[in-house]
């Protein structure tokens, strides 16, 4: 299993007068920061959350950042890692003892210490290397270390659209190597560490367009091709725990709350991340298996209220639970989304309005009863 890591802002610049609040990236700006660690399977469907924290940055601490660096980890705030992972691992050892977990993070978690902790865990971890760091070896850096690998595999791999930039296909060339990375003298707590790199390198990006770059260290063997192209796969698996936080912020709508404390909207970011995990496991298996019962994420009752609701009539008694394509587009008509053959299935917003109606459905039919 794939414990996801990464981290938002909860943006909330029009309460200024909401208590418990802090910064971002000015001391004028009224916002929450989260850290979420989502149970992901290697074929990209969401089990659910492991942890998520929520604080606030207090404002003094603006323009702090080299002081940080001569802090131990636990004292800052990249010790959100570290208990990202132990929170996973406890539920992991409580529930499933037998599951294997990789920890998956993007470039802010390229920490020596993110490392140590996986392999004192037992676990794996596959981070997006943050800086070109040294290595043992004749090239003296991990960049060029790799650079002078062979190319192993080339792929084409979709890559999820983004702010300014549409969903697209890439060409990628691999490489991969296995690299020695010795902590300096000045961090005498820190062991040497061997670990695998995968290169993910497109030569030619189309014009305008960023070419991607990924340099991946991991505790995951890379010396077969087969090998290097899962690190791959599992990489691109981080997408899920944007697709979350996008669905909490424009589906749930959670930057839009008027709630007057901090611990009121923690308490609300909880139950809208419960709603958001709901929506990306039924889309999901709606694009992956559509014809898979969606009993799987919805109730008997949700189902059945659902049915009733778009068809204007009673159940039948013969009639089975309906697919789970089928599903998400009844829910998102409840939401507003017009279901034409050419609309494709609803977004995230037109799917949460739905979803909030058919939780009204339920609980009016439950009070009927």
Same mark, same amino acid.
């Given at each position: 299993?794939?414990?996801?890591?990464?981290?938002?802002?909860?943006?909330?610049?029009?309460?200024?007068?909401?208590?418990?609040?802090?910064?971002?990236?000015?001391?004028?700006?009224?916002?929450?920061?989260?850290?979420?660690?989502?149970?992901?399977?290697?074929?990209?469907?969401?089990?659910?959350?492991?942890?998520?924290?929520?604080?606030?940055?207090?404002?003094?601490?603006?323009?702090?950042?080299?002081?940080?660096?001569?802090?131990?980890?636990?004292?800052?705030?990249?010790?959100?890692?570290?208990?990202?992972?132990?929170?996973?691992?406890?539920?992991?050892?409580?529930?499933?003892?037998?599951?294997?977990?990789?920890?998956?993070?993007?470039?802010?978690?390229?920490?020596?210490?993110?490392?140590?902790?996986?392999?004192?865990?037992?676990?794996?971890?596959?981070?997006?290397?943050?800086?070109?760091?040294?290595?043992?070896?004749?090239?003296?850096?991990?960049?060029?270390?790799?650079? /002078?690998?062979?190319?192993?595999? +080339?792929?084409?791999? *979709? @890559?999820?659209?983004?702010?300014?930039? #549409?969903?697209? =296909? $890439?060409?990628?060339?691999?490489?991969?190597?296995?690299?020695?990375?010795?902590?300096?003298?000045?961090?005498?707590?820190?062991?040497?560490?061997?670990?695998?790199?995968?290169?993910?390198?497109?030569?030619?990006?189309?014009?305008?367009?960023?070419?991607?770059?990924?340099?991946?260290?991991?505790?995951?063997?890379?010396?077969?091709?087969?090998?290097?192209?899962?690190?791959?796969?599992?990489?691109?698996?981080?997408?899920?725990?944007?697709?979350?936080?996008?669905?909490?912020?424009?589906?749930?709508?959670?930057?839009?709350?008027?709630?007057?404390?901090?611990?009121?909207?923690?308490?609300?970011?909880?139950?809208?991340?419960?709603?958001?995990?709901?929506?990306?496991?039924?889309?999901?298996? /709606?694009?992956?298996?559509?014809? +898979?019962?969606?009993? *799987? @994420?919805?109730?008997?009752?949700?189902? #059945?209220?659902? =049915? $009733?609701?778009?068809?204007?009539?009673?159940?039948?008694?013969?009639?089975?639970?309906?697919?789970?394509?089928?599903?998400?587009?009844?829910?998102?008509?409840?939401?507003?989304?017009?279901?034409?053959?050419?609309?494709?299935?609803?977004?995230?917003?037109?799917?949460?309005?739905?979803?909030?109606?058919?939780?009204?459905?339920?609980?009016?039919?439950?009070?009927?009863?």
């Amino acid at each position: 299993m794939l414990a996801i890591q990464d981290t938002t802002f909860v943006n909330l610049p029009t309460l200024e007068a909401t208590e418990g609040l802090g910064t971002v990236n000015g001391k004028d700006e009224e916002a929450l920061l989260m850290h979420s660690v989502l149970a992901v399977r290697p074929d990209g469907h969401i089990l659910g959350m492991l942890d998520n924290q929520v604080w606030a940055r207090p404002p003094e601490e603006f323009g702090k950042a080299k002081d940080r660096k001569s802090r131990p980890i636990e004292d800052k705030e990249s010790s959100k890692w570290l208990r990202g992972m132990r929170r996973a691992a406890t539920l992991r050892d409580r529930f499933s003892p037998g599951t294997r977990l990789i920890h998956v993070a993007d470039r802010e978690a390229d920490i020596h210490e993110v490392f140590q902790e996986a392999s004192d865990l037992g676990d794996d971890a596959l981070i997006r290397c943050s800086r070109d760091r040294k290595v043992e070896g004749d090239w003296g850096y991990v960049r060029a270390t790799l650079a /002078a690998q062979p190319v192993v595999a +080339r792929a084409r791999i *979709e @890559v999820p659209r983004k702010k300014g930039q #549409r969903k697209r =296909w $890439a060409a990628i060339e691999i490489r991969s190597a296995t690299v020695t990375l010795d902590p300096p003298a000045k961090y005498p707590g820190r062991r040497p560490l061997s670990l695998g790199v995968v290169w993910v390198n497109e030569p030619v990006a189309p014009e305008g367009v960023e070419p991607l770059d990924w340099m991946l260290w991991t505790t995951l063997p890379v010396g077969t091709v087969d090998e290097a192209l899962v690190v791959v796969e599992f990489y691109r698996r981080r997408w899920r725990i944007e697709d979350f936080h996008r669905t909490l912020k424009e589906g749930c709508r959670v930057e839009r709350t008027q709630l007057k404390t901090a611990g009121r909207i923690e308490t609300l970011v909880a139950y809208s991340s419960a709603v958001a995990v709901r929506l990306l496991q039924i889309t999901h298996w /709606a694009r992956t298996e559509p014809t +898979r019962p969606c009993t *799987e @994420v919805l109730s008997d009752d949700e189902w #059945r209220v659902l =049915w $009733a609701r778009i068809h204007n009539a009673r159940v039948p008694e013969s009639q089975e639970p309906p697919g789970m394509r089928e599903a998400v587009r009844m829910i998102g008509r409840l939401g507003g989304h017009l279901g034409r053959k050419c609309d494709g299935l609803p977004g995230v917003r037109s799917l949460w309005k739905g979803w909030y109606v058919l939780q009204l459905l339920v609980e009016g039919y439950h009070i009927k009863i």
